[in-house]
Nanobody, 116 residues
Framework: QVQLVESGEGLVQPGGSLRLSCVASESYFSFNTMGWYRQAPGKERELVAT???????RYADPVKDRFTVSKDIATNTIYLQMNSLKPEDTAVYYCNADRVDGTNYWGRGTLVTVSS
């Protein structure tokens, strides 16, 4: 059973920055993709960013040019650097991993609040 542990929860003012981390209990190379989703109050969970095993990445349109997903293979960690945050970025952010055997895993989520 893979465990994904997110951290980086916080309250930030509009225009500010925050970095989220997700540590996996297995090697980064156990996964085809890892990524971040978010769920705002009253809304469905949506994809934010995905990083593929060999480093390419993909972003949802609302966060392009503001968010960056990266990895640290040595620690089996992915990050989500969030800049120019907006109130509409307020959500619970979830780490997700798609393992090479076809199983899929979620973290428990970490809350990001953007408010003045």
């Amino acid at each position: 059973q893979v465990q994904l542990v997110e951290s980086g929860e916080g309250l930030v003012q509009p225009g500010g920055s925050l970095r989220l981390s997700c540590v996996a209990s297995e090697s980064y190379f156990s996964f085809n993709t890892m990524g971040w989703y978010r769920q705002a109050p009253g809304k469905e969970r949506e994809l934010v960013a995905t990083i593929f095993r060999y480093g390419s990445s993909r972003y949802a349109d609302p966060v392009k040019d503001r968010f960056t997903v990266s990895k640290d293979i040595a620690t089996n960690t992915i990050y989500l650097q969030m800049n120019s945050l907006k109130p509409e970025d307020t959500a619970v952010y979830y780490c997700n991993a798609d393992r090479v055997d076809g199983t899929n895993y979620w973290g428990r989520g970490t809350l990001v609040t953007v408010s003045s």
